[in-house]
């Protein structure tokens, strides 16, 4: 069976134009051609054209290479080669970001265009979209909004959208939506008045001139801790959106040093019980730390602690605490932050665990390991005291009998893995030891 006679069998599947089955019954069986193009015919929008062929055009990674195609088209783009196969234009601005009328977009393969193995590509040779004109909703873009990304919105948050251009009359079709809901229209609210209320006095002349500017609610208190968008349809183009990121619910969490193999405190330092929003100071001088040995009273403060970007309150009780020993945290009824928000049943920590042993030194971490015939140290930590360290230094792993020394290794890491975390089993059997006595 000729290749010929296969094309036209191929043919029959897919009905194809005059021009293209008369193109591909006299075109030689080894010739290129273009896979796929897109867009094709009449489209919303376009971000990106694409052009794939069937045989590598260039050498791998050389995304320099020239285009394939010629190009005649009112928007401005830039063109580069994907991979071998794949050539895509990227259309700057995008084009439903821009005003524009209706327009055509025509990309013709240039002569003699051969691929990489010297192969001629052939086929069709002429491809086209186009783009109708944009009425004055998709012409609108969102240009500027308040929170700021960085910031965090409450969950009755009246936010400011800046648009592209004055609305004067024109009324934009907004949505506010977050996770799984559908859709829901926004509140548009009086821009000035509401305005002054969120930004301050200080904004008004700027704010009553400004006329690009619309103050917006969602119908409904929004969920702590939920990123949300409020877009704008925009007839059939991809909406314009502004996102937002809702602050946590009120709670709080305990900070301190802790034993790394338990998380427990050490008893020596601080706990500080950290607030993620402000707290008045007759609720924060309410707050107690109780022990058998008694119920205290921590030191407030308000700051930026803790990578919090908006000031939080910070309630601080000092060392040394009982160690070995579960504190119960109590709280004053009605508990709230400076707007009022209550914690939920989960946010305020009910108490915290200090560790049962002080040990005076650890490494820095769980295990390490030591080069052969090297001068390798492990990382101590050592915890802070009035007197003079006594230090005793342990050589594991010495003497003629390599094997034996890595046996003897081995053990006493196991040993050390196993101990008390205050102290560090010395065994002669396992290394040869030297110990001196520093008085500092």
């Given at each position: 069976?000729?290749?010929?006679?296969?094309?036209?069998?191929?043919?029959?599947?897919?009905?194809?134009?005059?021009?293209?089955?008369?193109?591909?019954?006299?075109?030689?069986?080894?010739?290129?051609?273009?896979?796929?193009?897109?867009?094709?015919?009449?489209?919303?929008?376009?971000?990106?054209?694409?052009?794939?062929?069937?045989?590598?055009?260039?050498?791998?990674?050389?995304?320099?290479?020239?285009?394939?195609?010629?190009?005649?088209?009112?928007?401005?783009?830039?063109?580069?080669?994907?991979?071998?196969?794949?050539?895509?234009?990227?259309?700057?601005?995008?084009?439903?970001?821009?005003?524009?009328?209706?327009?055509?977009?025509?990309?013709?393969?240039?002569?003699?265009?051969?691929?990489?193995?010297?192969?001629?590509?052939?086929?069709?040779?002429?491809?086209?979209?186009?783009?109708?004109?944009?009425?004055?909703?998709?012409?609108?873009?969102?240009?500027?909004?308040?929170?700021?990304?960085?910031?965090r919105a409450a969950e009755d948050?009246?936010?400011?959208?800046?648009?592209?251009?004055?609305?004067?009359?024109?009324?934009?079709?907004?949505?506010?939506?977050?996770?799984?809901?559908?859709?829901?229209?926004?509140?548009?609210?009086?821009?000035?008045?509401?305005?002054?209320?969120?930004?301050?006095?200080?904004?008004?002349?700027?704010?009553?001139?400004?006329?690009?500017?619309?103050?917006?609610?969602?119908?409904?208190?929004?969920?702590?801790?939920?990123?949300?968008?409020?877009?704008?349809?925009?007839?059939?183009?991809?909406?314009?959106?502004?996102?937002?990121?809702?602050?946590?619910?009120?709670?709080?969490?305990?900070?301190?040093?802790?034993?790394?193999?338990?998380?427990?405190?050490?008893?020596?330092?601080?706990?500080?019980?950290?607030?993620?929003?402000?707290?008045?100071?007759?609720?924060?001088?309410?707050?107690?730390?109780?022990?058998?040995?008694?119920?205290?009273?921590?030191?407030a403060r308000v700051g930026h602690?803790?990578?919090?970007?908006?000031?939080?309150?910070?309630?601080?009780?000092?060392?040394?605490?009982?160690?070995?020993?579960?504190?119960?945290?109590?709280?004053?009824?009605?508990?709230?932050?400076?707007?009022?928000?209550?914690?939920?049943?989960?946010?305020?920590?009910?108490?915290?665990?200090?560790?049962?042993?002080?040990?005076?030194?650890?490494?820095?971490?769980?295990?390490?390991?030591?080069?052969?015939?090297?001068?390798?140290?492990?990382?101590?930590?050592?915890?802070?005291?009035?007197?003079?360290?006594?230090?005793?230094?342990?050589?594991?792993?010495?003497?003629?009998?390599?094997?034996?020394?890595?046996?003897?290794?081995?053990?006493?890491?196991?040993?050390?893995?196993?101990?008390?975390?205050?102290?560090?089993?010395?065994?002669?059997?396992?290394?040869?030891?030297?110990?001196?006595?520093?008085?500092?």
């Amino acid at each position: 069976m000729s290749s010929r006679l296969r094309t036209c069998r191929l043919l029959v599947l897919a009905p194809p134009t005059l021009f293209t089955l008369l193109t591909l019954l006299t075109m030689p069986a080894s010739a290129a051609t273009v896979a796929t193009f897109s867009p094709r015919a009449a489209v919303q929008e376009v971000d990106q054209v694409r052009a794939s062929f069937s045989d590598p055009m260039v050498g791998m990674g050389d995304t320099r290479a020239g285009a394939p195609l010629e190009i005649d088209c009112a928007l401005d783009g830039h063109g580069h080669w994907v991979d071998q196969r794949n050539w895509v234009w990227d259309v700057r601005p995008k084009a439903d970001e821009i005003k524009r009328d209706a327009l055509s977009c025509v990309f013709n393969l240039k002569a003699g265009l051969r691929t990489l193995a010297g192969k001629p590509v052939q086929g069709e040779r002429r491809f086209d979209f186009k783009l109708p004109a944009l009425s004055e909703a998709q012409t609108l873009r969102i240009v500027g909004q308040h929170p700021q990304h960085w910031q965090r919105a409450a969950e009755d948050q009246t936010f400011l959208l800046r648009f592209s251009r004055p609305l004067k009359s024109f009324k934009p079709a907004l949505f506010c939506d977050w996770g799984i809901q559908a859709h829901e229209s926004v509140v548009v609210q009086d821009r000035a008045a509401t305005m002054r209320a969120a930004l301050g006095a200080q904004w008004k002349d700027q704010l009553d001139a400004d006329a690009a500017i619309l103050a917006v609610r969602c119908p409904r208190p929004l969920p702590s801790g939920a990123t949300i968008r409020i877009g704008m349809d925009r007839g059939g183009l991809k909406p314009a959106l502004a996102k937002f990121k809702i602050r946590p619910a009120f709670a709080a969490t305990i900070s301190c040093q802790s034993v790394p193999a338990t998380g427990a405190c050490t008893p020596y330092e601080p706990i500080e019980l950290i607030f993620n929003a402000e707290v008045s100071e007759t609720f924060l001088a309410a707050i107690r730390l109780s022990s058998p040995d008694g119920a205290r009273a921590g030191a407030a403060r308000v700051g930026h602690f803790h990578g919090h970007g908006s000031p939080v309150s910070k309630l601080t009780f000092a060392g040394p605490h009982r160690h070995d020993t579960r504190f119960s945290i109590s709280y004053p009824a009605g508990i709230a932050d400076r707007e009022g928000r209550t914690a939920p049943p989960w946010g305020l920590p009910a108490g915290v665990l200090t560790s049962a042993h002080i040990p005076t030194a650890t490494f820095s971490g769980p295990s390490f390991a030591v080069a052969r015939d090297a001068d390798s140290s492990a990382g101590l930590l050592f915890t802070h005291g009035a007197r003079p360290l006594a230090m005793r230094e342990l050589l594991v792993g010495a003497g003629s009998d390599q094997q034996r020394a890595d046996q003897d290794m081995l053990r006493w890491m196991q040993a050390y893995q196993m101990a008390p975390s205050d102290q560090v089993h010395r065994d002669g059997s396992l290394a040869h030891a030297r110990a001196s006595l520093l008085d500092g």
